[in-house]
């Protein structure tokens, strides 16, 4: 049944590819991305079960089981160099050369990892680990039973993993907010006015901008540490999906940069 969210998204992106067409070559990688990281995800489930799991806050990486994953990672590199483009395939194609020893290195580092991409890996691999372990840690998150979080965390409380993207939902006249992480796409609520990444709560050091042709995602800035995340607003586009319309947040991401500003969590463009 989770599967469906997988279908969502493939479908957004497929429409976004008309819509915004600055966009196109991201976008079209990433529908293809999406039905790797959907198969695998049918897979994990058809071969773990969907039994659902209490985890205390904080502790879904705790659960690695490489002995599942460890197989089927040559093959996802394989499917990546099929559809990314030159360098990035070539560096699949290499990693997946290197062999099984260097390949659970490599994932298991990154899941114990704190970040969502740690520093110590070169992008390319950092990147191929994160877009494989999503759908290992989306399905763990699934099947977790309900978190009972005291306060509104800036880091998901089931993995720990920075925020990816906020979200605006209609409630009542208004909207409330909320983030979804990086690496589990678990979602949780937060407060309106406040850094996502520094915790500041001072209104006129949190800048907000739009632009015409993305009317409904919006950066959300901090002056003081300078960070930002783009967030889509649902009141305005309730048929966007967050995860994927972040993806062509292009010219937002060129305004924040330009200002200074840098992304909170990249995303699995690298933006």
């Known amino acids: 049944m989770n599967e469906r969210k997988w279908d969502a998204r493939i479908a957004r992106a497929r429409e976004l590819v008309v819509r915004y067409p600055f966009a196109t070559e991201g976008l079209a990688f990433y529908e293809s991305l999406a039905q790797l990281q959907k198969s695998l995800y049918a897979d994990l489930a058809s071969q773990i079960g969907a039994v659902r799991v209490q985890r205390p806050p904080g502790t879904l990486r705790h659960d690695f089981q490489f002995s599942i994953l ?12 099929d559809i990314a483009p030159g360098v990035l395939a070539d560096a699949a194609r290499g990693l ?33 680990a994160r877009i494989f372990l999503q759908p290992y840690a989306e399905y763990l998150a699934d099947f977790t039973g ?58 006129h050091k949190l800048a907000v901008y739009s632009a015409q042709e ?18 889509i607003d649902l009141t305005k586009d309730g048929h966007a999906v967050p995860i994927v319309d972040e993806l062509a947040a292009i010219p937002l991401n060129l305004w924040a940069n330009e200002h200074g500003y840098q992304h909170s969590q990249t995303n699995l463009l690298e933006i």
């Open 70 to 81: 460890g197989p089927k990672f040559a093959p996802f590199l394989a499917g990546i160099a």
């Open 96 to 128: 997946r050369a290197e062999g099984r020893d260097i390949h659970c290195e490599l994932l298991t580092k990154f899941w114990r990892a704190e970040s969502g991409a740690p520093g110590s890996f070169p992008p390319a691999r950092a990147l191929f």
């Open 146 to 203: 309900p978190v009972a979080v005291g306060t509104t965390p800036s880091r998901c409380p089931l993995c720990g993993s920075p925020p990816q993207v906020g979200v605006l939902r209609p409630e009542g006249d208004g909207a409330k907010r909320s983030l979804i992480c990086s690496l589990c796409a678990h979602e949780w609520e937060f407060r309106r006015i406040v850094c996502t990444a520094c915790g500041e709560e001072d209104p």
């Open 214 to 231: 993305l009317s409904h995602v919006r950066v959300e800035a901090c002056d003081s540490c300078r960070g930002y995340i783009n967030t």
